[in-house]
């Protein structure tokens, strides 16, 4: 299959859009934001955007522990929960170990609180 994500994406968000609308009689977006694409140039980049998606819901004030997120992968990254969801192995590989992938994710959390801060992306 040669289509693009980004056209994949929209085909899912604009059907699920119609569903939902029609479900619950209303008109308009659901979505706040266009779906962005990014290419990963470099490992330090890969490393930093795990960091980020994993502490979005600690940024986000939804738990304060990531660990506790329900939906998120990082236990099975971690170790305590292997529910083999995901394939872990190209991120984890840029580590020596889990341990060292969860340290490097914990001590990224007040950068990404402060960016997120300044960018007016927080609700505190």
């Given at each position: 299959?040669?289509?693009?994500?980004s056209?994949?994406?929209?085909?899912?968000?604009?059907?699920?859009?119609?569903?939902?609308?029609?479900?619950?009689d209303?008109?308009?977006?659901?979505?706040?934001?266009?779906?962005?694409?990014?290419t990963?140039?470099?490992?330090?980049?890969?490393?930093?955007?795990?960091c980020?998606?994993?502490?979005?819901?600690?940024?986000?004030?939804?738990?304060?522990?990531?660990e506790?997120y329900?939906?998120?992968?990082?236990?099975?990254?971690?170790?305590?929960?292997?529910t083999?969801?995901?394939?872990?192995?190209v991120?984890?590989?840029?580590?020596?170990?889990?341990?060292d992938?969860?340290?490097?994710?914990?001590?990224?959390?007040?950068?990404?609180?402060?960016k997120?801060?300044?960018?007016?992306?927080?609700?505190?």
């Amino acid at each position: 299959m040669d289509t693009p994500t980004s056209k994949l994406l929209l085909r899912v968000c604009t059907s699920y859009s119609m569903y939902f609308n029609k479900k619950y009689d209303k008109i308009g977006h659901i979505f706040q934001d266009q779906f962005k694409q990014v290419t990963v140039g470099d490992n330090n980049y890969l490393k930093w955007l795990s960091c980020y998606i994993h502490q979005n819901p600690k940024v986000a004030g939804i738990v304060k522990n990531i660990e506790h997120y329900r939906w998120s992968s990082y236990p099975d990254f971690i170790g305590k929960d292997v529910t083999g969801m995901c394939d872990k192995e190209v991120i984890l590989n840029q580590f020596k170990s889990n341990k060292d992938f969860k340290d490097y994710t914990e001590s990224s959390y007040e950068i990404i609180k402060n960016k997120a801060e300044l960018a007016g992306l927080t609700f505190e």
